[in-house]
């Protein structure tokens, strides 16, 4: 009986893959894409900054200021475009959209820094492009503060501070790859494990499957699972693509410890599954699975995981919003830890987080899934 | 084998079920016929547990179909109304998908689906999307068959099947009746009542009449005639016009009517119609006497049931 | 040359002579002849895949003949379709009404698209309902129709702009008993008016109102005659019977 019911769960699995494989572009979009989103994101959507045209005002002309200016200069980021006297024509020059930043010294620069602390720097960008004039500005500032550091071991102590990302800690070359793959790899899982789950059981609600299954021994439970291995497969393949990929293609190191990695995406691709389920119990067709997942899952992590957009500068409202999602946590444990190179210890956090999702997702969506059809 | 008493189903206002009840014997093919909206399919649901009905018990073998789904889940065959079998998958892979679900092989009953099967067979290959609509409900057939269930359902099975594929459907489940297998089908022509042993007329969530189809013809109280001449049209309205009209409707190349005197000889209110119809000039006339069939039954149920539903209301 | 067969041709809607269609080297429609009086009510029969379809798409315009050529209301079938597709209405199998429109919004709809003006649209608007005995129902979203009366209401629409002839493509079976004789009437009030109405069905029982009917079996004409006389010939008590004895020739299964 054991062994008949798992025959059952097997040509059930089979004619899932059927699914999948028939369709040449299902397939196709399926393999392809964690490749394609790995390229757009890794290469063409770079928040790298490579020769940015920045303007100096420079009143001060002392010793500090020169120093400043020449480490930005031999920077790969920034090229100075060139100085200019006063703080009117760089109204014109953004307008003319040739500079990405103006640096603007005060007044006695050096002779303040050592003295009254009354040293100030001011970076000016083109708010038009907010992620770019980010960029930008964390970039100088970066280079600022490591001005500040190799005065630090030359001199006496610095009376004024600046502020320093931490990101740029762990990404020296603050290349904008690090950035991308833990974001690519919530988004493939969540996209084949939540969006796909759903769309192919809504699939059979649409075309009147479902009305034969449940009228037939098969349990619940057996339809949920083998509807949603093939998947879980199919994420495996999509997570061993994305990893190769970063180390080889875009040299982004595994800094950590893969099985831990491993062990994180496991957790998330049931949450993923649960949220799938879930919604398929909701919608009856493929078009509003599509949409729902869509919606609801894809937009909110492409846009508040902080891969795009840098979630420090969104409102309190979005802060909170991308604390719920998932895919965030998720993330943020990748990037500890294929990045930053951290232990289990750094991220027990988010475990417990993804696992409690996880528990509650499942419990959920099997109590919701109707052995009807109302 | 299977028992229904009062169901009563609601989807918001519309009652697409009022109070049914019927009793279908083992081993007997039960027709169920009525047109769309009558309530066909959300009946069959309910006897195969797919939903829930708002009031009233059935039993299927005795198995209750709200406690014991899992039963008769196991123990029945359902055909859903629409082409519900993977279009993606081919005609092999479909059975082969079945038979595993019901924990069963192609060969342990392939005696009850061989004639089928056999026409299927030089498509095993074909993908089911590609199939004729009388080859997919064949292939449907066979799958809701393969684990030879005690009660099988079929909800409209020969819908957009061609006149040919329709006989040879029909055909078959005489032969399942023979194996034992107690049948419900339910159809919107009313052409196929004859197939049945009996059959429970619907409309409108309710049974009209439920019967042998030879008792629901011999109760036809009304002499039926049917007339013809060469311009139908013109005939029809004329035909309403006479005034001794009880109803007159259109049967295919004849039109069919009753008189209001029933007590009035034969030959009289022939007479009498046929002369009025020549003053009308009417050509290659023709008016004969002939037996109701379960179309014109259901007509005449459908319009005394719509005048007694009508009656309490007048006078509330 | 036209004008001597002018007069024979006024009264034919359709003259098809060895209509052929063939897709590579399957022939769906073979080499077919056939003509439709004015005010007709014609019936194309067939199994699925007999080639109704194809043929009917090629009548509208649809779709180019391989060879042999047919004039549908006066328009050649092969350089006209711009005209014919003017002069002919067509009832999907489906009925293209917008459910989530008003009963009055999909006639202003369809009229409009046949550049029927303003005082058009209205009187034929106002016509139509008062027809189908649709008053109450002007405002009234399609979706809360009755099967039976959507189909009224879609064949009606189909005929707004008072076409020659119209086309009825293979009409859904389930209507109740009743709605279908109100169906038929309103058929034959339009042929009376002088439309000329063409029908394909595998239905067989619907065949019977036909004043003539045309069976295809595997792309050929089979049998061309009034119900009455096909009856007779192949001596069937129904259309069912004779369509079961002739299309028993078909080869072609699928």
């Not at chain 2, 409209?156 to 006989?167: A, I, L, N, Q, Y």
């Not at chain 2, 009308?280 to 014109?296: G, P, Q, T, V």
Request: with cysteine; aromatic share 10%; charged share 20%.
């Amino acid at each position: 009986m054991y062994t008949n019911r798992f025959s059952t769960f097997l040509s059930f699995v089979r004619k899932e893959c059927y699914h999948i494989f028939r369709d040449r572009w299902t397939t196709i979009i399926l393999l392809i894409m964690p490749v394609l989103m790995i390229i757009l994101f890794g290469f063409a959507i770079s928040t790298e900054v490579k020769n940015a045209h920045i303007v100096v005002l420079d009143p001060s002309q002392d010793a500090a200021t020169h120093a400043i200016v020449n480490k930005l200069a031999t920077s790969e980021y920034f090229t100075i475009d060139r100085y200019v006297y006063d703080l009117k024509e760089i109204d014109a020059l953004f307008k003319k959209d040739k500079i990405g930043m103006c640096i603007v010294f005060s007044e006695r620069f050096y002779e303040n820094m050592m003295h009254s602390g009354d040293a100030h720097i001011q970076l000016i960008a083109d708010g038009s492009d907010p992620n770019y004039a980010y960029t930008l500005t964390q970039y100088a500032t970066a280079l600022i503060s490591t001005y500040q550091q190799e005065n630090l071991f030359q001199n006496i102590k610095l009376p004024y501070q600046i502020q320093t990302d931490i990101k740029m800690l762990y990404n020296p070359t603050l290349k904008g790859a690090y950035n991308t793959v833990p974001g690519v790899l919530g988004m493939v899982l969540m996209l084949i494990c939540a969006m796909m789950t759903s769309i192919s059981i809504a699939r059979e609600k649409e075309m009147g499957n479902m009305e034969i299954l449940l009228v037939s021994p098969l349990k619940p439970i057996t339809i949920i699972l083998s509807k949603t291995v093939p998947y879980i497969i199919l994420s495996f393949i999509n997570f061993a693509t994305i990893l190769l990929l970063s180390v080889f293609a875009l040299k982004v190191p595994i800094a950590g410890s893969l099985g831990l990695i491993i062990l994180i995406s496991c957790i998330f691709i049931f949450v993923s599954l649960a949220l799938g389920l879930l919604i398929s119990t909701l919608v009856n067709t493929q078009m509003v699975a599509m949409l729902i997942s869509g919606v609801v899952l894809m937009f909110p992590v492409i846009l508040l995981s902080g891969m795009i957009f840098p979630v420090e500068s969104m409102g309190v409202f979005f802060q909170w919003l991308a604390k719920i999602l998932p895919a965030n946590w998720y993330i943020a444990a990748i990037r500890k830890v294929m990045i930053q190179g951290l232990g289990i210890t750094s991220v027990v956090k988010e475990i417990i987080v993804l696992l409690s999702m996880a528990v509650v997702l499942i419990a959920v969506s099997i109590k919701k899934f109707k052995v009807r059809i109302e | 084998m299977i028992k229904v008493e009062h169901i009563a189903k609601k989807y918001g206002k519309v009652e697409a079920l009022q109070d049914i009840s019927f009793e279908v014997e083992a081993g007997e093919i039960y027709g169920i016929i009525g047109p769309d909206g009558a309530g066909k399919t959300t009946l069959f649901r309910i006897l195969t547990t797919l939903i829930l009905a708002d009031k009233g018990n059935a039993c299927l073998n005795g198995w209750d179909v709200r406690k014991d789904y899992r039963l008769i889940r196991n123990n029945i065959g359902y055909m859903p109304g629409r082409f519900s079998l993977y279009q993606d998958l081919s005609v092999e892979e479909n059975l082969q998908f079945f038979a595993s679900i019901f924990k069963t092989r192609i060969e342990t009953n392939y005696h009850l689906i061989k004639d089928i099967y056999q026409q299927l067979a030089p498509f095993k290959k074909r993908r089911a999307g590609a199939l004729s609509g009388g080859m997919k409900q064949k292939l449907a057939l066979c799958c809701a068959l393969i684990h030879k269930p005690l009660i099988l359902f079929l909800d409209e099975p020969t819908t957009g099947v061609d006149p040919v594929s329709r006989k040879e459907l029909w055909d078959l489940l005489k032969q399942l009746k023979a194996e034992g297998i107690t049948l419900v089908v339910s159809t919107s022509y009313m052409d196929e009542a004859g197939r049945c042993d009996r059959i429970a007329l619907m409309l409108k969530g309710h049974f009209l009449s439920v019967d042998t189809p030879q008792n629901i013809v011999n109760h036809y109280t009304d002499d039926l005639w049917a007339v013809s001449s060469c311009n139908m049209s013109k005939l029809l309205t004329d035909l309403k016009n006479y005034p001794a009209m009880k109803s007159c409707y259109a049967f295919g190349d004849v039109h069919h009517i009753s008189l209001q005197q029933q007590a009035t000889a034969y030959t009289t209110s022939q007479q009498a119609l046929q002369t009025y119809l020549e003053n009308l000039h009417h050509n290659e006339l023709s008016i004969r006497k002939i037996e109701a069939s379960i179309e014109d039954c259901f007509m005449e149920l459908a319009a005394r049931s719509s005048l007694e539903n009508k009656k309490p209301k007048q006078y509330v | 040359m036209y004008k001597e067969t002018h007069t024979h041709e006024e009264h034919l809607s359709i003259v098809a002579q060895g209509l052929t269609k063939r897709f590579g080297s399957f022939t769906a429609v073979d080499n077919i002849s056939f003509n439709v009086k004015k005010g007709e009510i014609f019936g194309f029969l067939g199994a699925n895949g007999a080639g109704k379809t194809t043929a009917m798409k090629m009548l509208c315009g649809l779709s180019k003949p391989t060879s042999g050529n047919a004039t549908v209301a006066g328009f050649d079938v092969s350089t006209q379709s711009e005209q014919i597709k003017k002069n002919i209405g067509y009832m999907s199998q489906k009925f293209a009404l917008y459910e989530d429109l008003k009963v009055w919004e999909n006639m202003r709809l369809y009229a409009g698209i046949y550049g029927l003006n303003d005082n058009e649209i209205k009187s034929r608007t106002d016509e139509i309902l008062q027809q189908l005995d649709f008053q109450n129902e002007r405002n009234t979203l399609v979706k809360a129709l009755p099967l039976g009366w959507k189909q009224k209401l879609a064949f009606s629409i189909s005929i707004i702009h008072q076409p020659d002839i119209v086309f009825l493509d293979e009409p859904t079976g389930g209507v109740d008993p009743a709605a279908r004789r109100q169906f038929w009437e309103l058929i034959y009030q339009t042929a009376d008016k002088g439309i000329t109405v063409t029908r394909t069905t595998h239905y067989m029982d619907e065949a019977e109102y036909c004043n003539r009917i045309c069976i295809l079996v595997d792309g050929k004409i089979v049998a061309l005659d009034s119900p009455k006389q096909l009856k007779e010939t192949y001596s069937a008590q129904n259309i069912d019977e004779v369509f079961r004895l002739l299309a028993r020739k078909a080869i072609r299964n699928q």
